[in-house]
């Protein structure tokens, strides 16, 4: 099977094609012909969080939103902002507890809202799908009522930017979601956790705050023989964010602890798929 030789899409994940002699996926095609400018993009950041005066971060517990509350705070200073937990019904309790010491050390208001997201993770499962696009998808809704409801107008949020080309995305009632990890590295990502007091869960398959991705993550290579966010993790190695090889790591087939599997599936009540 061909691997492209600038990410690691394969032809299960990707049409692949031979230019110069070298296997290339569709993706990296586009990608580089039409490079984005590093620099660019973190110009229009910091022209955006000057405008920025009060701000909800969707902080997941998780590296990444820890990362975007640090850099909301300690970097951009802003005035005042609030971190928002969505709770989906699954979230690892390491992840809370993250959370609250995350938030209290940078001295952050921090609320959680409480949901059962049951009838998103039961339908994935059930038929081998992924479910983080509907997840993310109603958790940014749910944020975006209540940034409404406060009259805040911007929602930051720790997500990378390989999917469109500018930091910031209009929602309606003129609310902008800013991703503040826009082409940031891995190590740089790191860097910064090192500083705050962030302990890193046990889970499976990479996460580092949903019960629900590992039992997924599984499930789905178990039906389709290559992992569901093989291409997002391809995306983060041809923007040069992740190295080859961590890379390959992550598209395995994980691990999941007998116990987060069997917890999972008894809540769901798909006890006959174990
Ligand atoms: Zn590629």
């Known amino acids: 099977m061909l691997t492209c030789s600038v990410c690691i899409n394969n032809e299960k994940t990707s049409k692949i094609k031979i230019v110069n002699g070298k296997p290339i996926c569709k993706e990296c095609i586009v990608y580089l012909s039409h490079k984005p400018d590093k620099s660019k993009i973190q110009a229009e950041l910091e ?10 971060v969707a902080f997941s517990g998780g590296k990444d939103s820890t990362v975007a509350l640090y850099l909301a705070k300690e970097v951009y200073k802003v005035p005042e902002l609030e971190a928002v937990m ?42 081998a799908q992924s479910p983080c696009r509907r997840c993310s998808k109603r ?9 409404l409801k ?32 826009s082409l940031m590295s891995e190590s740089e990502r790191f860097e910064i956790l090192e500083k705050l007091p962030f302990e890193f869960p ?6 580092t705050n949903c019960l629900i991705l590992g ?14 966010e093989h291409r997002r993790i391809a995306a983060l190695v041809r923007y040069g964010l992740l190295d080859r090889k961590k890379a390959l790591e992550k598209v395995k087939k994980p691990e999941i602890p007998e116990e987060i599997k069997r917890t999972v599936y008894e809540r769901l009540n798909l006890e006959e798929l174990l």
Do not use: C, W
């Not at 039992?215 to 569901?228: D, I, T």
């Open 47 to 56: 022209e955006l969080m000057k405008d920025v005066d009060k701000a909800i």
């Open 86 to 127: 969505i709770d989906h019904g699954f979230m690892a309790g390491e992840a809370i507890e993250n959370a609250k010491r995350i938030a209290e050390y940078l001295n952050v208001q921090f609320t959680i809202l409480r949901y059962d997201y049951s009838d998103i993770f039961r339908e994935a499962f059930l038929k």
């Open 150 to 181: 406060k009259g805040v107008k911007y929602i930051i949020t720790g997500h990378e930017l390989p999917f469109g080309h500018h930091p910031y995305r209009l929602m309606s009632g003129g609310i902008i979601q800013i991703r503040l990890l």
């Open 139 to 147: 958790t940014m809704e749910k944020l975006r009522r209540y940034a």
């Open 202 to 207: 046990n889970l499976a398959g990479y996460t």
């Open 215 to 228: 039992p997924a993550l599984e499930r789905y290579y178990e039906k389709h023989s290559f992992s569901f």
